[in-house]
T-cell receptor, first 112, second 110 residues
């Protein structure tokens, strides 16, 4: 158990809909990262927050947004969903900038 | 685009053999890390090597780093069926970014 909690584990929705994925980092970790992994693909970096502030942005679509709250949990919002958004979405946390990342078990999103 | 590219994309070996996978990256880095992913699960950190280190060991794992060639290798000795997984390298080109490679799918046959 990495200590990182992601909900929901599975989500099935229709095109055009909006979903919110939630992540609770390990106790004491200030950094949260979001990654997208499509079938048999590597991990695409989406966005990173540190203590509530956005610190780095990757290939995140304009239809996607994220935030980190004062209690350090984070949410990834995906809107106007398309079939191609079907993927595993991982959250990871770390204590500081470039140390070891701890991953949650992911949220599997299926868009029909 | 991906910072790291693993090679080979897939590797199948017999139990007891050694498995070697390579990672190439594009820009200068602070450190390089290797992670393991069992099918559909979250990634698990294996080992971190800093940019000023050339080799590091952890149990049956040996990692090398050649910053002049922008490459790293992960060696798993005496492989076991339980080592079957995907292995990813991750580089930190900046303070807050971790960029993952495309992964090597390792299958260890019992």
């Amino acid at each position: 158990d990495s200590g990182v909690t992601q909900t929901p584990k599975h989500l099935i929705t229709a095109t055009g809909q909006r979903v919110t994925l939630r992540c609770s980092p390990r106790s004491g970790d200030l950094s949260v990262y979001w990654y997208q992994q499509s079938l048999d693909q590597g991990l695409q970096f989406l966005i990173q927050y540190y203590n509530g502030e956005e610190r780095a942005k990757g290939n995140i679509l304009e239809r996607f947004s994220a935030q980190q709250f004062p209690d350090l949990h984070s949410e990834l919002n995906l809107s106007s969903l398309e079939l191609g958004d079907s993927a595993l979405y991982f959250c990871a946390s770390s204590r500081q900038g470039i140390g070891e990342l701890f991953f949650g078990e992911g949220s599997r999103l299926t868009v029909l | 685009s991906q910072q790291g590219e693993e090679d080979p994309q897939a590797l199948s070996i017999q139990e007891g053999e050694n498995a070697t996978m390579n990672c190439s990256y594009k820009t200068s880095i602070n450190n390089l890390q290797w992670y393991r992913q069992n099918s559909g699960r979250g990634l698990v950190h294996l080992i971190l090597i800093r940019s000023n280190e050339r080799e590091k060991h952890s149990g049956r794992l040996r990692v090398t780093l050649d910053t002049s060639k922008k490459s790293s290798s992960l060696l798993i000795t005496a492989s076991r069926a339980a080592d079957t997984a995907s292995y990813f390298c991750a580089t930190t080109p900046g303070t807050y970014k971790y960029i993952f490679g495309t992964g090597t799918r390792l299958k260890v046959l019992a």
